[in-house]
């Protein structure tokens, strides 16, 4: 397929990347090295076997392959090396700032220290600034499939390394696990002065946003796609310009959307909502953060205007402060003029 100047457009744009579980970066060639690495067997004989897997009908079938995965992930250098590898992807993007997800969860229920995660993801996070000049923030999901008890066991494994985390969220099997279960944890962790974020109406209801908002309180919301379904819910939004983190390729493997031609992305900017593009799980739907601008742009015929808005809407969307959003809208704008 021949590059169209669409695509190139996209390929240099400075953009922030709001929406990556570190976990879900983690790619079945590093899964092979690192099984090897820590003498583990895989039940997959080959990279290939591992990719064909991956053909998911909704969230949990892919929750269940993403945490197994993880199962190989077990000393401080291999957080690093996912880490790093994230980075040098994002880079090679444009990303110059990402917010990336890790699940401590899915580490200390299988006996893998907080500390160890924490050190691993610490020190690629640091490499990603000096080699690769991409700057980054740590969010600590808890999994909303547990209970709360549990996350606020999680947050204190976390107290000694919260000058490095930015702030919480809540993934997982969103059905039956709405925000309100987690509304005492969130208190705590904005008391703590965490900043808050939480999937909500990806496949939940939009009953679920408003919780993430009323119950939460979150400063940004990750999917909101089934905001659309509530029309006072979707003016709200736009009214107080809420962010939203929107993954178009997770969409579509997770049937969230049956083709990328009903990709609401284009709809939500229309309707005035702060929507941005992120890769969710890149390993396993196919595609780094690019990718999902440029199946998006063509599914739903996306202009230039509309793009650089997306990256604009990512850098103000992020948690970094305004002076360090100046310095990244600038060169976007540069960029977008040029
Ligand atoms: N964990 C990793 N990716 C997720 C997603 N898209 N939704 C909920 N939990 C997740
Ligand atoms: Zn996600």
Known sequence: MTETSLDSFISGLPKAELHLHIEGSLEPELMFALAKRNALTLPYKSVEEIRAAYSFSRLQDFLDIYYAGASVLLTAEDFHDLGLAYFRRAAADGVRHAEIFFDPQTHTDRGVPFATVAKGLFSAMDAAQRT?????????????????DAAFATLKMAEPYLDRIAGVGLDSSEVGHPPSKFARVFKRAREMGLKLVAHA????????????????????????????????LVKRLAATGMTLTVCPLSNLKLCVVHDMKDHPLKRMLALGLNATVNSDDPAYFGGYV??????????VGLTREEISRLARNSFTGSFLNPDEQAVHLAALDAYSAA
């Open 201 to 232: 109406g990806e496949e939940g209801p939009p009953d679920y946003v408003y919780e993430a908002l009323d119950l939460l309180g979150v400063d940004r919301l990750d999917h909101g796609n089934r905001s659309l379904e509530d029309e006072s």
């Open 132 to 148: 690769l000049n991409v700057s980054s923030k740590l969010i600590l999901c808890f999994l909303r499939h547990l209970d709360e």
């Open 290 to 299: 690019n990718d999902n601008f440029r199946a998006v742009a063509a599914g």
